[in-house]
């Protein structure tokens, strides 16, 4: 009989591959110390990274279930566990804890549906894994738009992957925006909730949203002011899970642990509760 891995024991893990995406953020690529992926997930979950002696911080899981041979995490260094991860090298053991959260209904709720996802900033990294597993499964789904900002041209995560691989997919319209002007951008220009509204999408779209409160907050505004519906947006809240277990009370609202309810919510589910997040 094959005993269930516990997610509450780290595996030793090694850094294959680092990626600059970014000033202030890079992709890290680890295996398991036999060569494989670690664990499998659903694309939205979470994973705590840590050295013993340094800490731990939990992480989206930035590649799609579809990669057998690897996980991904691009992380901005913005503290004490994540400035220690971007000065590691390739060949680095870490170990890894995981995987935790409910990740988005892409065989439920997503099947059939034509999508919308709307990203600021490092808010890509989680629905990267999304994006990707629709990508590899594209006859589920009807059809995509993705809609993504930063502050600057180099502060678009994952910029050569968009531009050479989703900007060129039939069925896939990517939309980009950066704040302020820039030499060389001949793209849009403007905030990401401005952007949405100026886009001014069809209303039979099921809406896939992260990045800062503020962008998720005007452009939940934005979009109820095209006519789209609370229940047809959904996001995550990984960034208020501390433990991931459901222990330490940390990111509990109302009656839900964002941990063990989410971190994915349908944003009518969230209307319901304290007006915390």
Same mark, same amino acid.
């Given at each position: *009989?094959?005993? !269930?891995?516990?997610?509450?024991? =780290?595996? &030793?893990?090694?850094?294959?591959?680092?990626?600059?995406?970014?000033?202030?953020?890079?992709?890290? !690529?680890? &295996?398991?110390?036999?060569?494989?992926?670690?664990?499998?997930?659903?694309?939205?979950?979470?994973?705590?990274?840590? *050295?013993?002696?340094?800490?731990?911080?939990?992480?989206?899981?930035?590649?799609? =279930?579809?990669?057998?041979?690897?996980?991904?995490?691009?992380?901005?260094?913005?503290?004490?566990?994540?400035?220690?991860?971007?000065?590691?090298?390739?060949?680095?053991?870490?170990?890894?804890?995981?995987?935790?959260?409910?990740?988005?209904?892409?065989?439920?709720?997503?099947?059939?549906?034509?999508?919308?996802?709307?990203?600021?900033?490092?808010?890509?990294?989680?629905?990267?894994?999304?994006?990707?597993?629709?990508?590899?499964?594209?006859?589920?789904?009807? %059809?995509?738009?993705? &809609?993504?900002?930063?502050?600057?041209?180099?502060?678009?995560?994952?910029?050569?992957?968009?531009?050479?691989?989703?900007? %060129?997919?039939?069925?896939?319209?990517?939309?980009?925006?950066?704040?302020?002007?820039?030499?060389?951008?001949?793209?849009?220009?403007?905030?990401? =909730?401005?952007?949405?509204?100026?886009?001014?999408?069809?209303?039979?779209?099921?809406?896939?949203?992260?990045?800062?409160?503020?962008?998720?907050?005007?452009?939940?505004?934005?979009?109820?002011?095209?006519?789209?519906?609370?229940?047809?947006?959904?996001?995550?809240?990984?960034?208020?899970? %501390?433990?991931?277990?459901?222990?330490?009370?940390?990111?509990?609202?109302?009656?839900?642990?964002?941990?063990?309810?989410?971190?994915?919510?349908?944003?009518?589910?969230?209307?319901?509760?304290?007006?915390?997040?």
């Amino acid at each position: *009989m094959t005993m !269930r891995r516990d997610p509450l024991i =780290p595996v &030793v893990a090694v850094v294959t591959d680092i990626r600059r995406d970014t000033p202030d953020v890079k992709t890290f !690529r680890v &295996v398991g110390l036999d060569g494989k992926k670690p664990f499998t997930t659903i694309p939205g979950q979470c994973a705590f990274l840590s *050295m013993p002696g340094i800490g731990e911080a939990l992480f989206s899981v930035t590649s799609s =279930p579809t990669q057998e041979d690897y996980l991904e995490f691009s992380i901005k260094k913005c503290g004490c566990v994540t400035s220690w991860l971007h000065a590691i090298e390739v060949g680095q053991q870490i170990t890894v804890r995981g995987p935790y959260g409910n990740g988005f209904p892409v065989d439920t709720d997503f099947v059939g549906k034509d999508l919308l996802f709307v990203a600021g900033g490092i808010g890509l990294a989680p629905l990267r894994s999304v994006i990707n597993y629709v990508r590899h499964y594209r006859d589920r789904y009807g %059809k995509v738009d993705i &809609v993504y900002g930063a502050r600057t041209k180099d502060d678009l995560v994952d910029y050569e992957e968009i531009k050479n691989e989703w900007c %060129k997919e039939d069925g896939i319209n990517v939309h980009l925006t950066i704040d302020i002007q820039q030499e060389g951008w001949d793209g849009n220009v403007g905030f990401v =909730p401005n952007y949405v509204k100026e886009l001014g999408f069809d209303t039979n779209k099921t809406v896939v949203m992260c990045g800062p409160p503020i962008m998720i907050k005007f452009t939940l505004a934005g979009l109820e002011e095209l006519g789209f519906k609370r229940d047809q947006v959904y996001t995550t809240f990984e960034l208020k899970m %501390k433990c991931a277990l459901g222990k330490c009370g940390r990111c509990n609202i109302g009656d839900k642990y964002v941990c063990k309810d989410g971190p994915v919510f349908r944003l009518d589910q969230m209307a319901q509760l304290p007006d915390e997040y």
